[in-house]
């Protein structure tokens, strides 16, 4: 039987990490008792890389579980061979999230899977599972390495160490903050040591890690210590836990902590009490002798998600196509599928018309409703594919009634890209397309549509940027990705306070920003020359618009 280590969300740990791993484990003050051998654990164990570098010297037991057949037989092999007690006897073929575990551990070694919690067969078991034994209900957007961190955290023997290697998308991320208070409260969390997100750990795995260190011992201190490796450091054998720089630091389980691990001098993070105005509290303090009153952008509208089809390759269609097909008109709607479709900050309608004619599928099916009369020929037979096609049971389409609808939405005029990785883009959308999921769409509340224009113009400043940038979940190889809830938590100028006067010198200068931009076919990429914010007097015009605001 041969596994696939991507299906099964293995990612090999780098001999690098490893060591440093093992060199925080190899100090646990329980391995000196003398009455009980030093138990090592790796719930997951692999290639058991863990193991072989994990000095034997004294009676030590190897415990592990693998899920993967081949891997463990050569874990076995190196255990068999490694003169720890009992050799490769603890080690278990199985699931160690649904294993009876009958030991406290004096050594916590780690590298969990990465997968998604909905991609497993065990996810509603391990939801309810979690929440008795542990206590933390946890959402279902988690993903596996979660699980394997909570149950790691139950089995500490007093005295003992772990360490954990593992994105740290959690840190940021809403399904992370119970993870985190259940860190918080168990006292153990020592150090977080983040990896330079430049470089990929982990072959194929678009993520950024971080390893913890744990300890089960009473601290000394409330906060724990952080650092940031680059990734140069990691390719020697001299980097040692203490050789590097750490800082103190104290948070809650609310933050989102990579923001507040910053090493920008310019930015000051201050804590606001009114629990109303932002859903994390934090704002970036100004220097001006005066600025406009800030309020929650929620006062204006929200971001949401784009449509999610479940099926592009079906549901999006070419003008080619639909001609081909028959497709009346009534049950398409023109879309923006693509991010790279609206790479200038401007989109319009003729835009979109380009795409068309290019050749794009930028035609969204949305069928909410088909009669039974002899001009939806064309739209039936297509519909009668997409069942062939096994569309109606994917996993979206079969939780909408019907299964060839789409999601009710009206164009969104503020766009602002889902995932970057120089700089988040937004678009003032002026075309009739709907956008999907490239991109997060802003919605007006209703008799605010007046004040979008002057949203998008604080958006695309260098100071929104800076202050959204704090609040971004940041993966592997400079990739960032953005939430609606990131969106949502902005504190913005209050619009409403704006003069007539200055509303139209910002719309001015707005339409001056359109004129600079260098001229750009939708579809195609962009030449270095042509990307947005290159051009200095794109950046100053941006500068002045953004000191419009703080006047």
Request: aromatic content about 12%; proline content about 5%; some cysteine.
């Amino acid at each position: 039987m041969i596994t696939s280590s991507k299906a099964l969300g293995q990612f090999f740990t780098p001999a690098p990490l490893a060591r440093i791993m093992v060199e925080w484990t190899s100090g646990a003050k329980s391995k000196f008792e003398v009455n009980s051998p030093f138990r090592v654990l790796d719930p997951a164990a692999g290639k058991g890389i863990f193991f072989s570098m994990t000095d034997c010297s004294l009676r030590t037991e190897f415990h592990g579980w693998e899920i993967d057949p081949i891997l463990y037989r050569e874990c076995q092999q190196i255990l068999d061979k490694s003169g720890a007690e009992g050799g490769s006897k603890f080690l278990t073929l199985g699931d160690f999230l649904t294993a009876r575990v009958d030991f406290l551990y004096d050594a916590i070694l780690c590298n969990p899977p990465y997968k998604r919690l909905n991609h497993s067969k065990l996810g509603n078991d391990l939801l309810k599972t979690f929440k008795n034994q542990v206590g933390v209900s946890i959402p279902g957007t988690a993903n596996l390495y979660v699980f394997f961190l909570l149950r790691i955290l139950s089995l500490l023997k007093e005295g003992g160490r772990a360490a954990v290697l593992l994105p740290y998308e959690f840190l940021n991320a809403g399904y992370g903050i119970p993870v985190k208070r259940a860190l918080l409260e168990s006292d153990s969390l020592r150090r977080i040591l983040f990896l330079d997100s430049s470089w990929s750990l982990f072959s194929g795995a678009v993520t950024s890690s971080c390893i913890l260190f744990l300890e089960k011992l009473k601290p000394e201190s409330s906060g724990f210590l952080w650092s940031r490796v680059p990734s140069s450091a990691l390719n020697g054998e001299g980097t040692s836990i203490e050789s590097l720089e750490w800082r103190e630091v104290v948070l809650n389980a609310g933050d989102k902590w990579t923001r507040l691990l910053r090493k920008d001098k310019d930015i000051i993070y201050k804590i606001k009490s009114d629990a109303k105005i932002s859903s994390n509290n934090n704002y970036v303090s100004m220097a001006k002798s005066y600025q406009l009153d800030r309020v929650s952008i929620l006062e204006f509208g929200k971001f949401r998600r784009g449509i999610a089809t479940g099926d592009n390759g079906f549901f999006l269609l070419s003008e080619k196509e639909v001609l081909n097909l028959q497709i009346p008109s009534e049950f398409l709607r023109s879309s923006i599928p693509k991010a790279q479709y609206a790479l200038s900050p401007f989109f319009t309608g003729d835009d979109w018309n380009i795409l068309r004619s290019g050749g794009a599928k930028v035609w969204l099916l949305d069928a909410k409703e088909v009669r039974s009369i002899d001009n939806h020929k064309g739209i039936k037979k297509y519909l009668e594919e997409g069942i062939k096609r096994g569309v109606p049971n994917r996993f979206l389409p079969s939780r909408r009634r019907p299964w060839h609808s789409q999601e009710s939405r009206e164009p969104s005029r503020i766009l602002a890209t889902s995932f970057h990785r120089e700089d988040i883009r937004f678009v003032l959308n002026s075309s009739p397309a709907v956008n999907l999921t490239c991109f997060h769409g802003f919605t007006a509340k209703p008799g605010y549509q007046e004040y979008e224009d002057l949203l998008f113009a604080y958006l695309i400043t260098p100071h929104a940027h800076k202050e959204l940038e704090s609040r971004t979940r940041e993966y592997a190889q400079g990739l960032r990705k953005v939430e609606p809830g990131d969106l949502n938590s902005l504190i913005v100028p209050d619009f409403r306070k704006l003069q007539e006067l200055e509303k139209e010198k910002i719309g001015s200068l707005l339409s001056k920003y359109r004129e600079l931009l260098h001229p750009w076919t939708p579809g195609r990429r962009r030449k270095p020359e042509q990307i947005v914010g290159k051009n200095p007097a794109e950046r100053q015009l941006l500068v002045s618009i953004e000191e419009f605001f703080y006047l």
